[in-house]
């Protein structure tokens, strides 16, 4: 990696890149399928580091089981605290030990028995697509909103800023659950909700930089020589004002995972059985005391992933603005 990128930048971008790189190989990196429930009676709220076997019956249904025993007659078997007894023609998968097939569930099972790290895999999937299809939808609207109101001046200025005013006005989650609340839960509608809630902030750092810029004297030789507004944006105005706008951009990925996730929690955003970090924690919100797992690694995930995304932002800031940057990151 450049070494000319600071600690922080460098440590942020490494844990985005791990959380892209799961949520990428999710078919692959996933254990189990993240909804099977291959015996939920047996599975249901397992703790972390649960082994039971899987037993695979002639008619094509599964057991799990505590412990297995191979016998003369066929298996003997433990579930859920009661022997069982299988002759040999009942059982597939027998072996010489007991049964050729277990299920591990390495962060503990939900209460619907499903495994909690295949959940927590795809959950990763979920939230990144949602925050960088938000991000990329509110940057754009942002952008051009505030690039409006700095090169159009005047009346137009003041109409949009008293636009994006307005909107900062509402607290952001009564927005996004106002918003949410009025049409069917659905992917979509979760990165509009999001997108439509946080484009205010891109649009008045937009504007700013714009209107800082558009007196330099480069534009002005550029305004002299005939270009007009909208190439001297593209050729000049944007590559300028970049820098601040991701800041703001990484900090929003940061915003929009948090926000999908209290959407999520709440009924509002992704929709069960699908796999959502926010769905996860309101799924286990009434076990803590009993099945702490279930909440507690969909929470480290979220902080994880907003703390990276903030340490990118910090990083960024550093390293476009001179006045910031820390000779301890060199």
């Known amino acids: 990696m450049n070494r000319n990128l600071s600690g922080t930048l460098r440590g942020g971008l490494a844990l985005v890149g791990v959380i892209g790189a799961v949520a990428l190989g999710a078919p692959w990196l996933a254990p189990y399928d993240p909804n099977e429930q291959l015996d939920s009676a047996a599975a249901v709220s397992k703790p972390p580091g649960t082994r039971l076997a899987a037993i695979h019956r002639a008619d094509g249904t599964w057991l799990l089981a505590e412990s297995v025993r191979r016998t003369a007659e066929g298996l003997e078997a433990v579930r859920r605290g009661e022997p069982l007894r299988f002759a040999a023609s009942e059982v597939l998968n027998l072996t010489a030990e007991g049964v050729a097939d277990e299920r591990l569930f390495r962060l503990g099972s939900d209460r619907f028995g499903r495994d909690l790290l295949s959940r927590l895999i795809y959950g990763a999937r979920v939230s990144s697509v949602i925050a960088t299809l938000t991000t990329a939808l ?156 279930i909440a507690t690694f969909p929470g480290i995930a979220i902080c994880l992933a907003v703390v990276s995304l903030h340490l990118v932002g910090d990083g960024l800031r550093d390293r476009f603005d001179p006045r910031l940057r820390t000779t301890a990151d060199g």
């Open 138 to 293: 509110a940057l754009t609207l942002g952008l051009a909103v505030g690039s409006l109101a700095a090169l159009g001046g005047g009346v137009l200025d003041g109409i949009l800023m008293r636009i994006v005013d307005a909107l900062l006005a509402f607290p952001d989650l009564f927005l996004l659950v106002a918003l949410a609340a009025l049409f069917r839960p659905s992917d979509a509608l979760v990165v509009v909700v999001l997108a439509a809630a946080s484009w205010m902030g891109v649009a008045r750092v937009a504007r700013a930089q714009m209107l800082a810029l558009k007196d330099r004297e480069f534009v002005l030789a550029a305004r002299g020589m005939g270009r007009g507004w909208l190439g001297i944006w593209w050729d000049h105005l944007l590559p300028n004002a970049l820098g601040p706008i991701l800041v703001q951009a990484a900090l929003l990925a940061g915003a929009t995972i948090l926000a999908e996730a209290v959407l999520s929690f709440l009924g509002l955003g992704i929709q069960p059985p699908r796999a959502s970090w926010g769905n996860m924690i309101a799924e286990g919100q009434n076990l803590l005391s009993s099945a702490w797992w």
